[in-house]
């Protein structure tokens, strides 16, 4: 496995496997647990190499948000990377990324103001610039996201139609720790307690789930039965939990099977979302410790 610290090197490394192969391309923001890693297996079954980039984006946090703070830990990734069958690991310097100067933002209106973009402006026009970076420094062939993080997947694909990126996106299903709680570098901030309060997020799409299995087919209906046991568990309004398209995230009157319950929710000191397309399974979780 190659480890590459500057723009300049993981240019060069990244097009001498392209030459010879494809490249699948996992980017993160590292502090690696099994969900990046389910990505980076899939990667490696399906590209002749693969590439993880490793790079907290500061474009894509609010100014009081948890940029400096964010969880770090390069030889802890790195090893994983070695394990999981990486053969580039591409650690990128800020100063390289963003230097002095740098202006141009990528930006989709309505579809980055939704949701997450409500919640966090400026988000998604952080993630779309530095992720049509990482495309134009490592030339993937496929690149690998988390279903996890549900309205990046429609935005970057978005990007991607629009801008007739050669790249194939490939989105992964999310992982889960046994007792439901989707994965998370932020869950290292959860105190047992918290960790425990924050399995209300998939509590509240499991009934969804089951209501929408019954028959329940009203939107507002799923909605509010979320939003209840959100406010019940967690003592304060949910972020958002609604029930959206996934082309547009836009809010039909009747759910149909692919609609996405999407939830987030201040847990602790930090946000937890997750999310769960109607219809598909979801659990059953054994009960924690
Ligand atoms: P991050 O490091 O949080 O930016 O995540 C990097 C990639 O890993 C993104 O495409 C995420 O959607 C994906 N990811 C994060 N958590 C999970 C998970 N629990 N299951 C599957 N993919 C995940």
Redesign the pocket.
Known sequence: MEVHRSLDAARAACASRRASGTLGL???????????L??VRRAREENDAVAVTVFVNPLQFGPHEDYERYPRDEAGDAALLEGAGADLVLFLPADEMYPPGHVTRLDQGALCTELEGAARPGHFAGVLTVVCKLFNICTPTRA??????FQ??VVVRRMVEDLDMPVEVVV?????DPDGL????RNAYLSPAERAEGLALVTALGEAQRLFAAGERSRAALEAAMQRILLDRLRRPADYAAVVSPDDFSRPELAHPGDVAVVAAPVGPTRLLDNHALGAKLGPFSPGP
């Not at 996992?26 to 647990?33: D, S």
């Not at 690998?144 to 993080?149: E, L, N, R, S, V």
Request: charged fraction near 15%; hydrophobic fraction near 25%.
């Open positions: 996992v980017p993160t923001m590292g502090a690696l647990h099994e969900g990046h389910t990505l690998y996201f988390g279903h996890k993080d990046q997947t992964c299903p999310t992982r889960r989707a994965m998370s570098s």
